[in-house]
């Protein structure tokens, strides 16, 4: 892709990783626009991050059905026009027609490292399998939960003294870098994803890439 990419960001909270996609592009570190913030809570505070045109709550409950509410989340993403939708925060599983009208499009940021710990409760499930690491994952999107290719890692070590809140405080501090590198690189055009099978320059690759390994590829 070439220019400013359009992102549109899907988030049910706070916006921590939305904050942290417009400080970026702020900053001149990411040649992109956020062009819209989607959320199923109408309260959620990453709404207030964007003015009024460039957002959109609904609640699901006031839809008949999952399908009628994600047919018009989904329009209204289109309306906006982006070049790739972020999850960033979005507590529902998006169902498969949702997923397919954005396919290849459609990357989510998860607090594990994947495929380790899918869904929710990460933090107090690595304490509880005694893993000696714990992170954060940046996936593209499939109808199966947290199970589409893995672009990126960052991870953080597990301290005996960990609680879920600390090990969660910590696995925070690397998400937001690692967030805004993987859309480094999305954005640029260096990382295309077909039928699960990711490539990066044009030569596919297998295992994720490390946040640290200079800082990926140079991202930035």
């Known amino acids: 892709m070439t220019g400013c990419t359009r992102i549109a960001v899907l988030a049910s909270g706070r916006g921590s990783n939305l904050q942290a996609i417009l400080d970026a592009i702020a900053q001149g570190q990411l040649q992109a626009e956020v062009v819209g913030v989607f959320s199923d809570r109408p309260d959620a505070e990453a709404l207030q991050r964007m003015p009024a045109p460039r957002r959109w709550a609904a609640a699901p409950r006031d839809f008949a059905d999952r399908a009628a509410y994600e047919s018009a989340l989904g329009d209204a993403v289109a309306a906006s026009a982006p070049d790739w939708i972020v999850c960033a925060g979005y507590m529902r599983i998006l169902g498969a027609a949702f997923v397919a009208r954005f396919d290849g499009r459609l990357v989510n940021i998860h607090p594990s490292l994947l495929p380790r710990h899918k869904g929710l409760h990460t933090h107090a499930r690595a304490l509880e399998a005694g893993d000696a690491e714990h992170g954060a994952s940046v996936h593209f999107v499939v109808p199966e939960l947290d199970a589409g290719a893995v672009l ?65 590829l140079q991202a930035s």
């Open 152 to 216: 990126a890692q960052a991870r953080v070590p597990v301290l005996p003294t960990d609680t879920p809140q600390t090990l969660a405080a910590r696995v925070l501090g690397v998400e937001h870098p690692l967030l805004i590198a993987s859309l480094q690189l999305l954005a640029s055009g260096r990382v295309t994803e077909q039928d699960g099978q990711l490539q990066l320059d044009g030569h596919p690759f297998f295992s994720p890439l490390a946040l640290d390994s200079a800082r990926m």
